[in-house]
């Protein structure tokens, strides 16, 4: 009995461990996107065709080598999958690496990612005007506390002006609006086929998508080294890696544990912007930041439990 509970205990830790390593990875991948994004070279539109293409491909094949072959398919064989498979494509994956990648070509890679963890924040909106759930005590505190937060990261403290572009504020917006629609399109997929698939086909096809405005092989952009690295490294880390570690990371912990280390996104962007892409932070940010990671953190760990 001890030897059970001391593996389970163990076990835990793994999961969260990925978890954590999963976010730490996507943040920097944040960081890295700024380098691209403000290459005026690389069109936004080429940008996510390449990405999700490749990203696309890599995930499929290695769901060749460690998922049994009969489940490759397995999507297609119904339409209804097939239909929620390709609005989650577009209006989740692609429209969510599209506005991204604006937000942070017009302002930052920092404000971007703050702005985009909102997303529970517009599932919790939506399931209200939709399905007419429930408000509950913790969603007004919820939504009132990141109100404060996004006030004071985009002003930094003087609500008399915009730290950055308005532009920029919108595209975040939308981007914590598609974030939300990436969660909640796929719910049914999910449920029924791997996560790995349900992803390397919405990738696919999103890339697809794209192609059919800026084919990713006519008229390349010019890449820098440093560019080139960031559009590489990006792929790698954010599409591949963080989310293989995400995925693996389900298998041995909770929601509710990884919901946790979701913090850890914002916050390792917001250091290596400012470590390495001379991003000026002041006080009144740092705590709008503090506080829209602490509003999420409470709606995704009480709102599902009830009040």
Known sequence: ???????????????????FLASVTWGVSGA?????????????????????????????????????????????????????????????????MYTFFYAIQTGNSSTATILQYLSPLFIMVGAI?????????????????????????ITRGDISHLSIPFESVLWGIGSGITAALYVVIPQRLIAKHNGLLVTGWGMLIAGVFSNFFTPVWVNPPHLSTKSLIGVITVILLSNVLAFLMMVFSTKYTTAATISITDAVQPFTTLVLSVIFLSYSVNIPEIIGAVIVVFAIYILNRYDTNGD
């Open 1 to 19: 009995m001890e030897e059970s509970k001391k593996m389970t205990k163990k076990t835990l830790h793994k999961g969260f461990l990925l978890a």
């Open 32 to 96: 890295v996107q700024q380098i691209v994004a403000k290459d005026a070279n690389i069109p936004a539109m080429w940008f996510v065709g390449t990405r999700t293409l490749v990203a696309g491909v890599i995930l499929l094949v290695i769901a060749l080598f460690v998922l049994p072959k009969k489940e490759f398919f397995s999507i297609f064989k119904s339409w209804k999958d097939t239909l929620i498979l390709v609005a989650f494509s577009i209006f989740g994956l692609f429209a969510n």
């Open 129 to 153: 005007v939709f399905t007419h759930k429930k408000v509950l005590r913790i969603d007004v505190i919820s939504f009132a506390l990141a109100l404060i937060g996004v006030v004071l990261l």
